[in-house]
């Protein structure tokens, strides 16, 4: 039937993080680690999409295992984010640099090797000119995604390795390569804004702006550590809107700030009929990190704001409610 389009769902999560007393929590009597606590909640959801993208806010870099400030964690987390049913990583980000030159290439082995893909770091330029932009064919869908971040906290990028940044000059050039591609849509991971600020800066409004015009389809954000609003931009040409999602916020974490518990989880539903391709549906709902101070289990769990696990403390109750209203108040999605 010519009126049935193929479709394609996106599932994107926020800050995969790893902080000190994830690792603890993690640690078993014989030196391994196990995290199969963490996503066993939120797998189903993770399954019904057929591409689960997320934004690996750490090295894989070997021990020692550390926390904040500069991340690197244990090869375990990795293997159950693969288990969880998460298909693409961003990479860029401000941590990507934490284990230098050898946390940036381990990092990038052990996704490979996971049959994991990994976006927005390098080896080098042959290896940046091999795989990016990331182009995905699902369903008869053709996805290029772009990758980038603001900066590595000071740290300098070791010749040959690149990390992505949002360098305007880069980023057309880049969508140059990636319409070559033709792709039918042009989705860019963005690490930008500030952290624990609720509402994007004007930087970033005017960044996603500017790469709309530049020919990108939609915008996915983080590094802020908390939620920020969801904008649907009308196209100029089509009738399909561009999705914005500033900042997703943190998808597991140990950070206990208010809103700095709960994470955005969006899903794109993209529809392609003939040679053009629009945004079909934009969903979200909202998860909660139980952390091991308030689990029965002293694990770390991620948990779907419309779940209350039997086994959940009624403390861990009430913070779970708590953190959820503030953010039910405040999130909506805007036409802007």
């Known amino acids: 039937n010519s009126e049935l389009g193929k479709r394609l769902t996106l ?4 800050d995969l993080m790893q902080h000190q007393a994830q690792i603890d929590a ?22 019904r999409a057929d591409l689960a993208i997320g934004n ?9 295992y550390r926390g904040y400030p500069q991340f690197s964690a244990p090869d ?38 996971a049959g994991l ?17 990331l182009l995905v064919e699902k369903n008869g869908v053709r996805i290029a995604f772009l990758c980038a971040t603001y900066g590595t906290n000071g740290i300098g990028i070791t010749a040959p390795n690149i990390v992505n940044s949002l360098d305007r000059e880069e980023l057309a050039a880049d969508i140059r390569v990636a319409r070559a591609m033709k792709p039918d849509a042009l989705i860019a991971l963005l690490h930008w804004g500030n952290e624990y600020q609720q509402e994007p800066s004007e930087e970033q409004l005017d960044l996603a702006q500017w790469l709309i015009g530049q020919g990108i389809d939609h915008i996915i954000g983080s590094h802020p550590h908390v939620i920020q609003p969801i904008a649907r931009i009308p196209h100029t040409e089509y009738p399909t809107q561009h999705a914005v999602v500033y900042s997703l916020g943190n998808y597991i974490s140990n950070m206990s700030i208010v809103h700095g518990d709960v994470g955005l989880v969006v899903e794109l539903v993209l529809e392609k009929i003939g040679s053009t391709t629009r945004l079909k549906s934009l969903d979200h709902h909202h998860v909660w990190t139980e952390r091991a101070t308030l689990s029965r289990t002293g694990k770390f769990r991620l948990i779907p704001a419309d779940t209350i696990p039997i086994d959940l403390t009624s403390y861990g109750r009430f913070r779970m409610k708590q953190a959820l209203e503030l953010e039910r108040q405040r999130i909506g999605v805007s036409t802007q």
């Open 11 to 14: 599932l994107f999560v926020g």
């Open 26 to 47: 993690a640690r078993q009597p014989d030196g391994t680690y196990d995290y199969s606590h963490c996503f066993s909640l939120v797998k189903d959801d993770i399954d």
């Open 56 to 64: 690996l806010e750490v090295t894989l870099g070997g021990k020692p």
């Open 76 to 113: 375990e987390y990795l293997h159950v984010i693969h288990d969880a049913g998460f298909d693409i990583l961003a990479t860029a980000n401000n941590h990507s640099l934490d284990r230098r030159r050898k946390g940036l290439e381990r990092t990038l082995t052990l996704i490979d090797s």
């Open 117 to 133: 893909t990994s976006v927005g770091t390098y080896r080098d330029a042959h290896d940046r000119q091999e795989r990016y932009p």
